[in-house]
């Protein structure tokens, strides 16, 4: 029989007033969001940071789209289900799950309690804390959507940008697990990480010019673009020609469809989407040890301003999680 829970009225939520500085995060009381239609009411236990929080936080990334304040920012989530979408829903009270939002469509993970669609949750991988779960969602489905998108495969020679970040060392992983030749760049303190999680070369960007080491690359998966040192423009000088470009960071290049046409390159962005299924195909290689999660650094809730303060510096290996409850 499912579990019981009785809940409360508010609960304690990060939230934001207005946006600006990582300082205008502070704790709050917040009535607990209601659920809608296939929705599941799930009780954070931690909270996966992504730059997309940061970048909204500051009035970039998706601050647009918020329609009113307070508001709650965070996207994925690691918890238990408190009540189920319905009576026979295979997510029931009890289970332990992880998933991602859409903030600000939605209230967000950095709270206590999350309501999210039952399409883009499901059964957290036993093998991984909270903690560890929180950091998967956006992360690896982002990296997994890129890899595939590029169409890693064996033979394939694929370079990967910031391999040592988030969405990076998902990246590497992926396309190794596809059979893909992985080179990625990072920092001097990230090589043997990335040698570690499988990358067949690794170029340390402060050090060496990517392009004068790797040529004909049938696809480069683009977690930078032209903000850092034309990092973009000189990714497609080491494609092949008709070589494909895939880009995360949105904004980062606003002329990258016409740069890549004009060097006889293909270029495309790629935007997330929270699929249940296909984070099931991850859980399966999270949960064989295939892939794993690599965790930076857990911060308390209260200290979520730290945590954005640090994202923002730009040199976090792997994730950053909040623990919530």
């Given at each position: 029989?499912?579990?019981?829970?009785?809940?409360?009225?508010?609960?304690?939520a990060?939230?934001?007033?207005?946006?600006?500085?990582?300082?205008?995060?502070?704790?709050?009381?917040?009535?607990?969001?209601?659920?809608?239609?296939?929705?599941?009411?799930?009780?954070?236990?931690?909270?996966?940071?992504?730059?997309?929080?940061?970048?909204?936080?500051?009035?970039?990334?998706?601050?647009?789209?918020?329609?009113?304040?307070?508001?709650?920012?965070?996207?994925?989530?690691?918890?238990?289900?408190?009540?189920?979408?319905?009576e026979?829903?295979?997510?029931?009270?009890?289970?332990?799950?992880?998933?991602?939002?859409?903030?600000?469509?939605?209230?967000?993970?950095?709270?206590?309690y999350?309501?999210?669609?039952?399409?883009?949750?499901?059964?957290?991988?036993?093998?991984?804390?909270?903690?560890?779960?929180?950091?998967?969602?956006?992360?690896?489905?982002?990296?997994?959507?890129?890899?595939?998108?590029?169409?890693?495969?064996?033979?394939?020679?694929?370079?990967?940008?910031?391999?040592?970040?988030?969405?990076?060392?998902?990246?590497?992983?992926?396309?190794?697990?596809?059979?893909?030749?992985?080179?990625?760049?990072?920092?001097?303190?990230?090589?043997?990480?990335?040698?570690?999680?499988?990358?067949?070369?690794?170029?340390?960007?402060?050090?060496?010019?990517?392009?004068?080491?790797?040529?004909?690359?049938d696809?480069?998966?683009?977690?930078?673009?032209?903000?850092?040192?034309n990092?973009?423009?000189?990714?497609?000088?080491?494609?092949?020609?008709?070589?494909?470009?895939?880009?995360?960071?949105?904004?980062?290049?606003?002329?990258?469809?016409?740069?890549?046409?004009?060097?006889?390159?293909?270029?495309?962005?790629?935007?997330?989407?929270?699929?249940?299924?296909?984070?099931?195909?991850?859980?399966a290689?999270?949960?064989?040890?295939?892939?794993?999660?690599?965790?930076?650094?857990?911060?308390?809730?209260a200290?979520?301003?730290?945590?954005?303060?640090?994202?923002?510096?730009?040199?976090?290996?792997?994730?950053?999680?909040?623990?919530?409850?």
């Open positions: 029989m499912a579990t019981e829970y009785e809940l409360p009225e508010t609960m304690r990060l939230i934001i007033d207005e946006t600006g500085a990582p300082e205008v995060l502070h704790l709050a009381e917040r009535p607990l969001p209601r659920q809608i239609s296939d929705e599941v009411l799930i009780k954070v236990v931690a909270a996966g940071l992504n730059p997309i929080d940061a970048k909204t936080r500051a009035g970039k990334g998706v601050a647009a789209a918020i329609q009113s304040y307070p508001t709650i920012l965070g996207n994925d989530f690691s918890g238990i289900v408190v009540r189920a979408a319905f026979a829903s295979p997510l029931q009270p009890g289970d332990a799950v992880y998933g991602m939002g859409r903030v600000p469509r939605t209230s967000g993970s950095f709270a206590e999350v309501s999210v669609s039952s399409m883009s949750v499901t059964h957290k991988p036993a093998r991984l804390s909270h903690a560890e779960a929180a950091a998967v969602p956006i992360a690896a489905l982002t990296a997994w959507g890129m890899v595939k998108l590029a169409g890693a495969a064996p033979g394939q020679r694929m370079l990967v940008h910031a391999g040592s970040g988030g969405v990076g060392h998902f990246a590497v992983q992926f396309a190794r697990v596809l059979g893909a030749h992985v080179t990625a760049t990072a920092s001097t303190r990230n090589l043997d990480f990335l040698r570690e999680l499988g990358a067949d070369e690794v170029i340390d960007y402060s050090t060496t010019r990517f392009e004068d080491v790797v040529h004909d690359l696809s480069v998966i683009d977690l930078i673009g032209n903000v850092h040192d990092t973009g423009t000189r990714s497609l000088a080491a494609l092949r020609p008709g070589g494909l470009l895939v880009n995360a960071p949105t904004g980062s290049w606003p002329t990258m469809a016409a740069d890549a046409a004009a060097v006889g390159r293909r270029a495309t962005g790629f935007k997330v989407s929270p699929d249940a299924r296909t984070l099931d195909e991850i859980s290689l999270l949960s064989s040890g295939t892939v794993r999660v690599h965790v930076d650094s857990v911060f308390e809730l200290d979520g301003a730290a945590a954005h303060r640090l994202l923002e510096e730009g040199h976090t290996r792997g994730k950053i999680v909040l623990r919530v409850s």
